[in-house]
């Protein structure tokens, strides 16, 4: 059952800013990250590049953030060396090498989630509400929408915008974990939204 989003009176809801105070962020959008997510992972990407188109429109801050391939691992966060040997796999592959111009590399592949890398940007520009796609649900999105909502910011996840290697996982963040911190709604309510 899908939750009724509170109208735009109210300051937890989306609907209560303006785009000018909305942020859409398009977290690891990578070839590779695509691949791991498999079928799911290009139809969240196919729902991404509408929800950008429509961001365009509205005159929202679009912010990518990307695994960045030049970055190293931790050897504090579990698992390091199988992270190591991804970046070191990837930095041979120029696909995810090379960052389009409107790319920002918010984020090494185990450091801080994306928003929190971006926090001095979403302050200058007075950014409330952001509205979260990416890949994979377990990973980037559920790192960043969580402490997002902890700073303070109203957060929207568009759930077929984002996909998860593990199908069954992203189903139960979408549906049980997720709705208790932030707005879970479909693309195409996101599309019919009008901002502020």
């Known amino acids: 059952m899908a939750a009724i989003m509170p109208d735009a009176s109210d300051a937890s809801s989306p609907l ?3 785009a000018a ?13 695509i691949a791991m997510c498999g079928s799911d992972g290009s139809t969240a990407a196919t729902q991404a590049t509408r929800l950008r188109a429509w961001a365009l429109e509205q005159g929202i801050m679009i912010l990518h953030s990307i695994v960045d391939i030049n970055g190293e691992a931790s050897p504090t966060c579990k698992g390091w060396q199988r992270v190591a040997t991804m970046l070191s796999t990837l930095r041979g592959q120029p696909d995810d090498a090379e960052e389009a111009a409107d790319v920002l590399p918010l984020q090494a592949a185990t450091q801080q989630p994306a928003a929190l890398g971006a926090m001095a940007l ?6 409330k509400s952001l509205i979260i796609c990416g890949l994979s649900t ?3 999105v559920l790192r960043t ?23 069954e996982l992203h189903e ?5 974990v997720l709705p208790s911190r932030a707005h879970v709604v479909g693309v195409e309510e996101v599309i019919g939204w009008r901002l502020g």
């Open 16 to 18: 209560h800013y303006p």
């Open 122 to 127: 979403l302050a200058e520009h007075d950014i």
């Open 145 to 167: 929408a969580v402490p997002a909502t902890d700073e303070g910011f109203v957060v929207t996840v568009v759930r077929e915008a984002c996909a998860d290697p593990r199908a």
């Open 172 to 176: 139960v963040l979408m549906a049980q």
């Open 138 to 140: 377990s990973g980037a």
């Open 21 to 33: 105070q909305t942020a859409l962020l398009l977290l690891d959008f990578q070839n590779f990250i």
